[in-house]
């Protein structure tokens, strides 16, 4: 058919120049073939005519070549009509069908619908039938129960009824049988409030009674009846006052105690404990039933109401410990002695035993307080495990509230803030009073107040520590370090203030009466305070056990750092004190272990005070008399020196003398200090001499050997290497020892070997200046 | 990080009656928060922060002591190691600006004599419930010799200037100390003006 419609393409020839078919006129009109006038224009458009004449020749033509082809398809035109027809016959007979189909489809489809509905209601109708006769047999039921006293059960009737759907029971009044369900709903609500009124009275006789199994029945069935808080406020009132009452009864006992009781001392401690543990064992008992009858949850609201008489109690018990302890007035006095000393003091030896009390107070009431908020907190946690986040820290938050704000937390709180103060004097006033009492005994380095000073931290630190109260830990731990940063140091440093006594060399030799050293002292010095110093040698032992203490000290607290340390990872790995217990620890410990490095620093300074006023004075003389030895000497001189050493055994022998005397005194560590102190001053001093004195060949001999006997006595009283300080010297000597100025080349510069030269080139020219048979010119001269 | 990984340490300690914001201030600026219906504190809390001024790690430790009465044998015990004290008062409360002057007899029995103490008046987003003027607390404050800012904790005002600049007192300060100790040892970052959010300028 398509090819009906454009025959050029069958002819496959291309389109005419000048139009399609004959329909259009010629281009050149009539009009305008008439206008002309002229032959030549005529002939042209004559010329045009007839080509446009063949042109459309060959199109007629053309168009002729196609007539059979048109007809042949034409007739097959024809020859299709019928069918035509019978294709639209079955077109219209398949479309009646399928609108057939539809809507059968839709008719059974909507009656799978209303099957389904039906069903629906069906169960429905069940369901309302079930709950029809359910409300008839719970009716019934409770009739029956009520009548046998089987509360469980009527109760369990009144539970399924109050689960019923509300608007099924609505719905049910509206039917037929109205009138006869709205009586059986009367009957049950009638039943329902009998059985409330009846639970409450019994519930109410049996705790008067302080009858436990009926109680616990009837505290069961309030949570059926709906009635969970009622439930848990009236059993925690049953509970309260068998709290109460057993309080009472052991609060009489304290006032009967002897006071030569074993426990006397404690005894208010003793009846908190009592007190808690009361109480603990009720929510161990009590948790199981409160969880299977009440849900989860709700152990928080039971312990809520057990704290109130918690509360109560304790502040009773706290209240006569206070006034038998005499706790305030005892507070008040230690804060007036605290502040002026002209009060009387009170003796820190009464405070101990009240001390003790109250931290062991404290240290049950947070181990309570820790049991409550565990059990609080997992019982949170079961009822709470669907929970949104925001729900968790609401729990969460009640629970800090109640321990935070409970009048225990606070009363406790209260107790603990006046208790460090007062532990606080106490440490004070006993460690003054170590300080005074100080003794020394003969053989030892250290006095008595050191062992005494941090037996005495330790024991308040530790007792703060029993509180089991972090921050009151912390708290005694900065006042310690107050304590032994300022005070006790400022004691053991007036000490060393006071000074070693100079002395002179004949002082060196016992038997000197003391008294003209004491005045010969105190002349020369003109500061030291003879109070209390009954002669030098006192004053001596003084100031090195001052020193060893000093030292000791300073260990002791690192000590004392580590013990605290491990003794508080247990408080830690409880848990108490929160999150931020252990940096809070750390940071105060951090500042009491710095202590240690002040302690050492006023080791050093002592060290220093003792070089300068004890040993240089006495061993710059020895040295200087080495100015009096002639190192310009003969063969024979020499030999004699060998026999009759002229200085240096006689030096050897006096240090020796004279660190003898410190060796003893001195812990190792100190003398060793002391030593290293000495020997540098030594090699100074002798280099000092040394260069002020002239040598010959042979006096550079006898220097080397002096030298090597001196290092090889230093070597053995110290286990510091002396080599390095000697090293200059050890070089002069070398230098000192040459046969030639120029043998000096063999040990310089490239020849130098291991040596490394301590000396400039300009020393060392200096020192060979000391030798009188080398000549200046050939110092000058040489290359260094 | 090493624990050791700053140039400088310094303790602060916040002191102040019950209920003036003391937690909120150092919550605010250690965690940016400000959590509504906070509770009394107990004894006292810690909290490290570690701030940068001009290149240099400022380990700022902060004790939030508890401000009832009840605590404060507790809180009194910290004052000595203290390097700043920050005293806080809420501007909407007479009684604790009335209560300054107890705790500066406080401050001259426990604290070290080198201490640094600012006075910060809080709670300057309550401006119409303000009781204590601004003139009042600064002539006071300039009494005492001391530094003087109002904050808001909530609005989160002034809250960074205030332990900025006292950072950077301290590290002046410190300076200073080390200066006067050791006189020969040239100190890194010296001659160097310290200018961080017009560091330093109380008042």
Same mark, same amino acid.
């Given at each position: 058919?398509?090819?009906?419609?454009?025959?050029?393409?069958?002819?496959?020839?291309?389109?005419?120049?000048?139009?399609?078919?004959?329909?259009?006129?010629?281009?050149?009109?009539?009009?305008?073939?008439?206008?002309?006038?002229?032959?030549?224009?005529?002939?042209?458009?004559?010329?045009?005519?007839?080509?446009?004449?063949?042109?459309?020749?060959?199109?007629?033509?053309?168009?002729?070549?196609?007539?059979?082809?048109?007809?042949?398809?034409?007739?097959?035109?024809?020859?299709?009509?019928?069918?035509?027809?019978?294709?639209?016959?079955?077109?219209?007979?398949?479309?009646?069908?399928?609108?057939?189909?539809?809507?059968?489809?839709?008719?059974?489809?909507?009656?799978?619908?209303?099957?389904?509905?039906?069903?629906?209601?069906?169960?429905?109708?069940?369901?309302?039938?079930?709950?029809?006769?359910?409300?008839?047999?719970?009716?019934?039921?409770?009739?029956?129960?009520?009548?046998?006293?089987?509360?469980?059960?009527?109760?369990?009737?009144?539970?399924?009824?109050?689960?019923?759907?509300?608007?099924?029971?609505?719905?049910?009044?509206?039917?037929?049988?109205?009138?006869?369900?709205?009586?059986?709903?009367?009957?049950?609500?009638? %039943?329902?409030?009998?059985?409330?009124?009846?639970?409450?009275?019994?519930?109410?006789?049996?705790?008067?009674?302080?009858?436990?199994?009926?109680?616990?029945?009837?505290?069961?069935?309030?949570?059926?009846?709906?009635?969970?808080?009622?439930?848990?406020?009236?059993?925690?009132?049953?509970?309260?006052?068998?709290?109460?009452?057993?309080?009472?009864?052991?609060?009489?006992?304290?006032?009967?105690?002897?006071?030569?009781?074993?426990?006397?001392?404690?005894?208010?401690?003793?009846?908190?404990?009592?007190?808690?543990?009361?109480?603990?064992?009720?929510?161990?008992?009590?948790?199981?039933?409160?969880?299977?009858?009440?849900?989860?949850?709700?152990?928080?609201?039971?312990?809520?109401?057990?704290?109130?008489?918690?509360?109560?109690?304790?502040?009773?018990?706290?209240?006569?410990?206070?006034?038998?302890?005499?706790?305030?007035?005892?507070?008040?006095?230690?804060?007036?002695?605290?502040?002026?000393?002209?009060?009387?003091?009170?003796?820190?030896?009464?405070?101990?035993?009240?001390?003790?009390?109250?931290?062991?107070?404290?240290?049950?009431?947070?181990?309570?307080?820790?049991?409550?908020?565990?059990?609080?907190?997992?019982?949170?946690?079961?009822?709470?495990?669907?929970?949104?986040?925001?729900?968790?820290?609401?729990?969460?938050?009640?629970?800090?509230?109640?321990?935070?704000?409970?009048?225990?937390?606070?009363?406790?709180?209260?107790?603990?803030?006046?208790?460090?103060?007062?532990?606080?004097?106490?440490?004070?006033?006993?460690?003054?009073?170590?300080?005074?009492?100080?003794?020394?005994?003969?053989?030892?380095?250290?006095?008595?107040?050191?062992?005494?000073?941090?037996?005495?931290?330790?024991?308040?630190?530790?007792?703060?520590?029993?509180?089991?109260?972090?921050?009151?830990?912390?708290?005694?731990?900065?006042?310690?370090?107050?304590?032994?940063?300022?005070?006790?140091?400022?004691?053991?440093?007036?000490?060393?203030?006071?000074?070693?006594?100079?002395?002179?060399?004949?002082?060196?030799?016992?038997?000197?009466?003391?008294?003209?050293?004491?005045?010969?002292?105190?002349?020369?010095?003109?500061?030291?305070?003879?109070?209390?110093?009954?002669?030098?040698?006192?004053?001596?032992?003084?100031?090195?056990?001052?020193?060893?203490?000093?030292?000791?000290?300073?260990?002791?607290?690192?000590?004392?750092?580590?013990?605290?340390?491990?003794?508080?990872?247990?408080?830690?790995?409880?848990?108490?004190?929160?999150?931020?217990?252990?940096?809070?620890?750390?940071?105060?410990?951090?500042?009491?272990?710095?202590?240690?490095?002040?302690?050492?620093?006023?080791?050093?300074?002592?060290?220093?005070?003792?070089?300068?006023?004890?040993?240089?004075?006495?061993?710059?003389?020895?040295?200087?008399?080495?100015?009096?030895?002639?190192?310009?000497?003969?063969?024979?001189?020499?030999?004699?020196?060998?026999?009759?050493?002229?200085?240096?055994?006689?030096?050897?022998?006096?240090?020796?003398?004279?660190?003898?005397?410190?060796? %003893?005194?001195?812990?190792?560590?100190?003398?060793?200090?002391?030593?290293?102190?000495?020997?540098?001053?030594?090699?100074?001093?002798?280099?000092?001499?040394?260069?002020?004195?002239?040598?010959?060949?042979?006096?550079?001999?006898?220097?080397?050997?002096?030298?090597?006997?001196?290092?090889?006595?230093?070597?053995?009283?110290?286990?510091?290497?002396?080599?390095?300080?000697?090293?200059?010297?050890?070089?002069?000597?070398?230098?000192?020892?040459?046969?030639?100025?120029?043998?000096?080349?063999?040990?310089?510069?490239?020849?130098?070997?291991?040596?490394?030269?301590?000396?400039?080139?300009?020393?060392?020219?200096?020192?060979? %200046?000391?030798?009188?048979?080398?000549?200046?010119?050939?110092?000058?001269?040489?290359?260094? | 990080?090493?624990?050791?990984?700053?140039?400088?340490?310094?303790?602060?300690?916040?002191?102040?009656?019950?209920?003036?914001?003391?937690?909120?201030?150092?919550?605010?600026?250690?965690?940016?928060?400000?959590?509504?219906?906070?509770?009394?504190?107990?004894?006292?809390?810690?909290?490290?922060?570690?701030?940068?001024?001009?290149?240099?790690?400022?380990?700022?430790?902060?004790?939030?002591?508890?401000?009832?009465?009840?605590?404060?044998?507790?809180?009194?015990?910290?004052?000595?190691?203290?390097?700043?004290?920050?005293?806080?008062?809420?501007?909407?409360?007479?009684?604790?600006?009335?209560?300054?002057?107890?705790?500066?007899?406080?401050?001259?029995?426990?604290?070290?004599?080198?201490?640094?103490?600012?006075?910060?008046?809080?709670?300057?987003?309550?401006?119409?419930?303000?009781?204590?003027?601004?003139?009042?607390?600064?002539?006071?404050?300039?009494?005492?010799?001391?530094?003087?800012?109002?904050?808001?904790?909530?609005?989160?005002?002034?809250?960074?200037?205030?332990?900025?600049?006292?950072?950077?007192?301290?590290?002046?300060?410190?300076?200073?100390?080390?200066?006067?100790?050791?006189?020969?040892?040239?100190?890194?970052?010296?001659?160097?003006?310290?200018?961080?959010?017009?560091?330093?300028?109380?008042?």
């Amino acid at each position: 058919m398509a090819d009906l419609s454009s025959p050029q393409k069958l002819l496959g020839a291309p389109p005419p120049p000048e139009g399609v078919g004959g329909g259009r006129c010629s281009e050149i009109s009539t009009e305008l073939i008439r206008s002309l006038t002229e032959l030549q224009e005529l002939e042209a458009v004559y010329e045009r005519l007839c080509g446009e004449e063949k042109v459309v020749e060959r199109e007629l033509d053309a168009l002729l070549e196609q007539q059979n082809s048109i007809e042949s398809k034409m007739v097959a035109l024809h020859r299709m009509g019928p069918n035509l027809q019978l294709i639209e016959g079955d077109a219209k007979q398949l479309a009646g069908m399928i609108t057939f189909t539809c809507s059968l489809a839709e008719n059974v489809s909507s009656k799978v619908r209303q099957l389904d509905l039906a069903k629906n209601r069906l169960y429905q109708a069940i369901q309302r039938a079930d709950d029809i006769l359910d409300l008839k047999f719970c009716m019934d039921g409770v009739q029956t129960a009520l009548r046998n006293e089987d509360y469980e059960q009527a109760a369990a009737h009144i539970h399924r009824y109050l689960c019923l759907d509300k608007s099924v029971i609505e719905l049910s009044r509206q039917g037929k049988e109205g009138s006869m369900i709205d009586a059986n709903l009367k009957l049950l609500q009638e %039943a329902e409030q009998r059985l409330k009124t009846i639970v409450t009275e019994k519930f109410a006789i049996a705790t008067k009674e302080g009858d436990l199994p009926q109680v616990e029945r009837f505290f069961k069935i309030f949570p059926l009846l709906g009635l969970h808080e009622d439930g848990l406020s009236k059993f925690s009132e049953y509970l309260c006052k068998q709290v109460a009452s057993k309080a009472e009864e052991n609060l009489l006992l304290v006032l009967e105690t002897d006071m030569s009781d074993r426990r006397a001392a404690i005894i208010f401690a003793d009846t908190l404990t009592l007190l808690f543990e009361g109480i603990a064992r009720i929510v161990e008992t009590h948790q199981p039933i409160v969880e299977t009858y009440y849900g989860p949850g709700k152990l928080y609201t039971l312990i809520k109401y057990l704290q109130v008489e918690c509360d109560r109690q304790v502040e009773k018990v706290v209240n006569k410990f206070i006034k038998q302890r005499n706790y305030h007035q005892q507070f008040r006095h230690v804060q007036s002695n605290l502040r002026n000393s002209t009060t009387e003091k009170i003796e820190p030896r009464e405070l101990d035993p009240i001390l003790t009390e109250v931290t062991l107070m404290n240290a049950r009431s947070e181990l309570y307080l820790s049991f409550l908020r565990k059990r609080i907190s997992s019982d949170f946690e079961v009822g709470d495990s669907m929970a949104s986040e925001e729900v968790k820290q609401e729990h969460q938050k009640y629970l800090d509230k109640l321990l935070n704000n409970c009048l225990l937390s606070c009363t406790m709180q209260e107790l603990i803030g006046l208790y460090i103060t007062m532990e606080e004097y106490f440490m004070r006033e006993t460690v003054n009073k170590a300080v005074a009492l100080d003794t020394y005994e003969k053989g030892q380095l250290t006095s008595s107040m050191v062992d005494d000073v941090f037996y005495i931290v330790k024991k308040c630190i530790g007792r703060a520590l029993s509180s089991s109260s972090i921050d009151c830990l912390c708290a005694m731990i900065n006042l310690a370090t107050t304590e032994l940063e300022s005070d006790f140091r400022d004691v053991l440093c007036n000490k060393l203030r006071m000074g070693f006594p100079a002395t002179t060399l004949q002082d060196i030799q016992r038997g000197v009466t003391s008294a003209v050293n004491i005045m010969h002292s105190s002349l020369q010095q003109g500061k030291f305070d003879t109070k209390g110093i009954e002669s030098t040698d006192e004053a001596k032992l003084s100031f090195l056990v001052t020193l060893n203490n000093v030292e000791i000290c300073s260990e002791n607290i690192s000590t004392l750092k580590k013990t605290l340390e491990s003794d508080c990872t247990k408080l830690f790995s409880q848990g108490i004190g929160g999150e931020q217990a252990q940096a809070k620890f750390d940071s105060c410990l951090s500042d009491l272990a710095a202590v240690s490095s002040k302690f050492k620093d006023l080791l050093q300074e002592g060290l220093t005070e003792l070089n300068n006023t004890a040993i240089k004075p006495q061993v710059q003389p020895w040295i200087n008399t080495f100015l009096s030895v002639s190192h310009n000497i003969e063969e024979e001189e020499f030999n004699d020196y060998e026999a009759n050493d002229p200085w240096v055994q006689q030096f050897i022998l006096n240090l020796e003398q004279q660190m003898a005397e410190f060796k %003893a005194g001195l812990s190792p560590v100190i003398y060793d200090n002391l030593t290293s102190l000495m020997t540098s001053f030594v090699a100074v001093e002798l280099e000092r001499v040394v260069l002020k004195s002239t040598f010959n060949r042979l006096g550079g001999l006898q220097f080397d050997k002096e030298l090597r006997s001196l290092i090889a006595y230093l070597t053995t009283v110290t286990t510091w290497t002396i080599r390095d300080k000697f090293a200059r010297l050890s070089q002069m000597a070398t230098i000192l020892n040459l046969e030639r100025v120029t043998e000096i080349l063999d040990y310089w510069g490239a020849n130098s070997g291991p040596l490394t030269w301590r000396l400039t080139p300009a020393e060392v020219r200096q020192v060979l %200046a000391l030798r009188i048979d080398f000549r200046n010119e050939d110092i000058k001269r040489l290359r260094l | 990080m090493s624990m050791e990984d700053y140039d400088f340490l310094f303790k602060i300690v916040l002191i102040g009656n019950a209920g003036v914001g003391k937690t909120c201030l150092v919550r605010r600026f250690t965690q940016g928060l400000f959590p509504p219906g906070q509770g009394a504190t107990i004894g006292v809390d810690f909290m490290i922060k570690t701030v940068e001024i001009n290149g240099e790690k400022v380990k700022l430790q902060i004790w939030d002591t508890a401000g009832q009465e009840r605590f404060r044998s507790i809180t009194q015990s910290y004052y000595r190691s203290a390097n700043a004290l920050i005293l806080t008062y809420d501007i909407t409360c007479e009684e604790s600006f009335r209560c300054l002057p107890e705790w500066l007899r406080e401050i001259e029995q426990y604290a070290s004599n080198k201490v640094i103490t600012v006075l910060v008046g809080n709670k300057i987003d309550l401006a119409e419930r303000r009781e204590v003027s601004q003139q009042r607390a600064e002539e006071f404050s300039e009494a005492q010799d001391m530094y003087y800012l109002e904050t808001s904790a909530k609005e989160s005002d002034n809250v960074e200037k205030l332990f900025l600049d006292l950072a950077c007192r301290l590290i002046r300060e410190a300076r200073q100390n080390t200066l006067v100790n050791s006189v020969s040892s040239p100190l890194p970052g010296e001659g160097k003006s310290i200018n961080y959010l017009t560091c330093c300028n109380f008042n």
